[in-house]
Protein backbone atom coordinates (compact mmCIF):
# COMPACT_ATOMS: atom_id res chain seq x y z
CA UNK A 1 0.00 0.00 0.00
CA UNK A 2 3.02 1.99 -0.97
CA UNK A 3 1.69 5.98 -1.66
CA UNK A 4 4.62 7.17 -3.59
CA UNK A 5 6.90 4.38 -4.97
CA UNK A 6 10.14 4.96 -6.82
CA UNK A 7 12.20 2.20 -8.96
CA UNK A 8 15.11 2.00 -8.67
CA UNK A 9 16.23 2.90 -5.07
CA UNK A 10 19.93 2.95 -6.06
CA UNK A 11 21.31 3.60 -9.28
CA UNK A 12 25.22 3.12 -9.86
CA UNK A 13 26.25 4.22 -13.45
CA UNK A 14 29.01 5.52 -15.57
CA UNK A 15 29.72 9.20 -17.12
CA UNK A 16 28.15 9.59 -20.23
CA UNK A 17 25.07 7.07 -19.68
CA UNK A 18 21.48 7.23 -20.16
CA UNK A 19 19.14 6.40 -17.43
CA UNK A 20 15.71 6.83 -15.87
CA UNK A 21 13.78 6.57 -12.26
CA UNK A 22 10.46 5.92 -12.55
CA UNK A 23 7.76 7.39 -9.70
CA UNK A 24 4.17 6.32 -9.31
CA UNK A 25 1.77 7.40 -6.63
CA UNK A 26 -1.45 6.18 -5.77
CA UNK A 27 -3.12 8.41 -3.54
CA UNK A 28 -5.30 10.26 -6.31
CA UNK A 29 -3.02 13.02 -6.71
CA UNK A 30 -2.86 15.66 -9.29
CA UNK A 31 0.71 17.49 -9.18
CA UNK A 32 3.84 15.58 -8.95
CA UNK A 33 7.69 16.55 -8.37
CA UNK A 34 10.98 15.90 -8.59
CA UNK A 35 13.07 17.03 -6.03
CA UNK A 36 17.07 16.96 -6.14
CA UNK A 37 19.16 16.04 -2.27
CA UNK A 38 22.83 17.31 -3.03
CA UNK A 39 25.73 16.47 -1.30
CA UNK A 40 25.06 19.14 1.07
CA UNK A 41 22.03 17.90 2.00
CA UNK A 42 19.51 20.55 0.00
CA UNK A 43 16.35 19.62 -1.05
CA UNK A 44 15.72 21.29 -4.12
CA UNK A 45 12.31 21.52 -6.80
CA UNK A 46 13.40 20.44 -10.14
CA UNK A 47 10.31 19.87 -12.16
CA UNK A 48 6.39 20.25 -11.62
CA UNK A 49 3.37 18.22 -13.33
CA UNK A 50 0.17 19.20 -12.83
CA UNK A 51 -2.42 16.53 -14.88
CA UNK A 52 0.64 15.55 -17.04
CA UNK A 53 1.45 19.10 -17.82
CA UNK A 54 4.58 20.88 -16.48
CA UNK A 55 4.40 23.51 -14.27
CA UNK A 56 7.73 24.00 -12.81
CA UNK A 57 10.86 23.81 -14.88
CA UNK A 58 13.86 25.08 -12.48
CA UNK A 59 17.47 25.59 -13.83
CA UNK A 60 17.98 21.63 -14.37
CA UNK A 61 20.04 20.75 -17.12
CA UNK A 62 18.14 20.31 -20.53
CA UNK A 63 19.81 16.41 -20.11
CA UNK A 64 17.08 16.13 -17.70
CA UNK A 65 13.80 15.42 -19.26
CA UNK A 66 10.61 14.29 -17.32
CA UNK A 67 7.54 12.69 -18.66
CA UNK A 68 4.72 11.64 -17.36
CA UNK A 69 2.18 9.61 -19.52
CA UNK A 70 -0.91 10.01 -16.23
CA UNK A 71 -1.61 11.67 -13.60
CA UNK A 72 -0.16 9.20 -11.04
CA UNK A 73 3.60 8.53 -12.70
CA UNK A 74 6.13 10.89 -12.84
CA UNK A 75 9.28 10.08 -14.81
CA UNK A 76 13.18 11.41 -14.66
CA UNK A 77 14.89 10.69 -17.79
CA UNK A 78 18.75 12.00 -17.36
CA UNK A 79 21.15 11.92 -20.51
CA UNK A 80 24.90 12.13 -20.62
CA UNK A 81 25.21 11.88 -17.16
CA UNK A 82 28.26 13.50 -15.68
CA UNK A 83 29.80 13.00 -11.86
CA UNK A 84 27.70 16.44 -11.01
CA UNK A 85 24.54 14.63 -11.28
CA UNK A 86 25.26 12.66 -8.37
CA UNK A 87 22.94 12.78 -5.88
CA UNK A 88 19.69 11.67 -3.79
CA UNK A 89 16.12 12.00 -6.03
CA UNK A 90 13.12 12.36 -4.55
CA UNK A 91 9.48 11.98 -6.54
CA UNK A 92 6.86 13.84 -4.10
CA UNK A 93 2.71 13.84 -5.35
CA UNK A 94 0.23 16.81 -3.59
CA UNK A 95 -3.85 17.35 -4.01
CA UNK A 96 -3.99 20.66 -5.88
CA UNK A 97 -7.94 20.39 -7.09
CA UNK A 98 -9.93 18.64 -4.03
CA UNK A 99 -13.32 17.63 -4.35
CA UNK A 100 -16.31 20.04 -4.02
CA UNK A 101 -16.54 21.61 -0.93
CA UNK A 102 -13.20 19.97 -0.15
CA UNK A 103 -9.89 22.78 0.39
CA UNK A 104 -6.77 20.69 -0.60
CA UNK A 105 -3.84 21.10 1.00
CA UNK A 106 -0.29 22.50 0.39
CA UNK A 107 1.22 18.89 1.72
CA UNK A 108 3.14 16.86 -0.51
CA UNK A 109 4.37 13.45 0.15
CA UNK A 110 7.78 11.59 -0.88
CA UNK A 111 8.70 8.33 -2.20
CA UNK A 112 11.67 6.78 -0.53
CA UNK A 113 14.47 8.41 -3.39
CA UNK A 114 17.05 6.87 -5.57
CA UNK A 115 20.19 7.27 -4.67
CA UNK A 116 21.98 7.92 -7.91
CA UNK A 117 26.08 7.45 -8.27
CA UNK A 118 27.77 8.05 -11.53
CA UNK A 119 31.34 6.99 -11.48
CA UNK B 1 21.03 32.61 -0.51
CA UNK B 2 18.79 30.92 1.50
CA UNK B 3 15.30 31.52 1.92
CA UNK B 4 14.58 29.27 4.41
CA UNK B 5 17.07 28.60 7.38
CA UNK B 6 17.72 26.01 9.71
CA UNK B 7 21.34 27.60 11.26
CA UNK B 8 21.40 24.90 14.10
CA UNK B 9 22.40 21.39 12.05
CA UNK B 10 21.69 19.37 15.15
CA UNK B 11 20.46 18.72 18.46
CA UNK B 12 20.78 16.45 21.31
CA UNK B 13 17.84 16.24 24.12
CA UNK B 14 17.02 13.67 26.96
CA UNK B 15 14.06 11.32 26.84
CA UNK B 16 11.01 13.31 28.24
CA UNK B 17 12.49 16.68 27.74
CA UNK B 18 11.39 19.26 25.42
CA UNK B 19 12.97 19.41 21.56
CA UNK B 20 12.91 23.11 20.24
CA UNK B 21 13.69 22.96 16.41
CA UNK B 22 13.76 26.30 15.12
CA UNK B 23 13.74 28.01 11.70
CA UNK B 24 14.22 31.14 10.21
CA UNK B 25 12.75 32.29 6.78
CA UNK B 26 13.32 35.92 4.60
CA UNK B 27 10.93 35.69 1.80
CA UNK B 28 7.72 37.63 3.70
CA UNK B 29 5.75 35.80 0.23
CA UNK B 30 5.81 32.57 2.06
CA UNK B 31 2.15 31.62 3.35
CA UNK B 32 2.27 28.73 4.48
CA UNK B 33 4.68 26.55 6.37
CA UNK B 34 5.37 22.73 6.98
CA UNK B 35 7.81 20.28 9.13
CA UNK B 36 8.89 17.01 8.09
CA UNK B 37 10.63 14.54 9.78
CA UNK B 38 13.79 12.60 7.84
CA UNK B 39 15.12 8.86 8.67
CA UNK B 40 18.30 8.01 6.74
CA UNK B 41 17.48 6.12 3.35
CA UNK B 42 14.14 7.28 3.36
CA UNK B 43 11.54 10.13 2.06
CA UNK B 44 10.61 12.75 4.15
CA UNK B 45 7.59 12.58 6.14
CA UNK B 46 5.45 15.29 6.68
CA UNK B 47 4.77 15.97 10.49
CA UNK B 48 2.91 19.57 10.69
CA UNK B 49 2.14 22.89 8.85
CA UNK B 50 0.95 26.14 9.95
CA UNK B 51 -0.84 28.76 7.62
CA UNK B 52 0.44 32.43 7.95
CA UNK B 53 -3.05 33.37 9.62
CA UNK B 54 -2.42 31.59 12.55
CA UNK B 55 0.51 31.55 15.00
CA UNK B 56 -0.06 27.94 16.49
CA UNK B 57 -0.51 24.51 15.28
CA UNK B 58 -1.01 21.83 17.79
CA UNK B 59 -0.84 17.72 16.93
CA UNK B 60 0.17 15.34 19.69
CA UNK B 61 3.64 15.87 21.24
CA UNK B 62 4.17 18.41 18.26
CA UNK B 63 3.65 22.27 18.30
CA UNK B 64 4.37 24.60 15.97
CA UNK B 65 4.60 28.67 16.72
CA UNK B 66 5.23 31.60 14.00
CA UNK B 67 6.13 34.32 14.43
CA UNK B 68 5.37 36.36 11.28
CA UNK B 69 6.90 39.78 12.24
CA UNK B 70 10.61 38.19 13.49
CA UNK B 71 10.16 35.31 9.93
CA UNK B 72 10.57 32.70 12.58
CA UNK B 73 8.97 29.42 13.28
CA UNK B 74 10.04 26.95 15.51
CA UNK B 75 8.59 23.11 16.49
CA UNK B 76 8.45 22.31 19.54
CA UNK B 77 8.43 17.98 20.90
CA UNK B 78 7.21 17.05 24.28
CA UNK B 79 7.64 14.67 25.58
CA UNK B 80 10.90 13.56 23.38
CA UNK B 81 11.57 9.89 22.21
CA UNK B 82 14.21 7.90 20.98
CA UNK B 83 12.14 7.40 17.90
CA UNK B 84 12.29 11.20 17.63
CA UNK B 85 16.25 10.90 16.47
CA UNK B 86 16.04 11.86 12.94
CA UNK B 87 16.70 14.86 10.46
CA UNK B 88 13.72 17.25 10.19
CA UNK B 89 13.49 19.99 7.83
CA UNK B 90 11.50 22.79 7.50
CA UNK B 91 9.93 24.28 4.68
CA UNK B 92 7.78 27.11 3.43
CA UNK B 93 5.55 27.84 0.56
CA UNK B 94 5.07 31.64 -1.18
CA UNK B 95 2.02 30.29 -3.59
CA UNK B 96 -0.90 28.33 -3.64
CA UNK B 97 -1.04 24.39 -3.87
CA UNK B 98 0.98 23.18 -6.35
CA UNK B 99 4.38 25.05 -5.51
CA UNK B 100 7.33 23.88 -4.52
CA UNK B 101 8.41 23.41 -1.29
CA UNK B 102 11.51 25.30 -0.33
CA UNK B 103 13.34 23.86 2.44
CA UNK B 104 15.84 24.43 5.13
CA UNK B 105 19.07 22.43 5.43
CA UNK B 106 17.71 20.18 7.92
CA UNK B 107 18.34 19.98 11.68
CA UNK B 108 19.80 16.97 13.18
CA UNK B 109 17.52 16.11 16.19
CA UNK B 110 19.32 13.15 18.62
CA UNK B 111 17.03 11.62 21.62
CA UNK B 112 18.78 10.11 24.46
CA UNK B 113 17.06 7.81 26.54
Known amino acids: DTAVSQTPKYLVTQMGNDKSIKCEQN?????MYWYKQDSKKFLKIMFS???????INETVPNRFSPKSPDKAHLNLHINSLELGDSAVYFC??????????????????FGPGTRLTVT | DQQVKQNSPSLSVQEGRISILNCDYTNSMFDYFLWYKKYPAEGPTFLISISSIKDKNEDGRFTVFLNKSAKHLSLHIVPSQPGDSAVYFC????????????FGKGTTLSVSS
Open chain 1, 92 to 109: ASSLTVGPAGVIPSYEQY
Open chain 1, 49 to 55: YNNKELI
Open chain 2, 91 to 102: AASDNQAGTALI
Open chain 1, 27 to 31: LGHDT
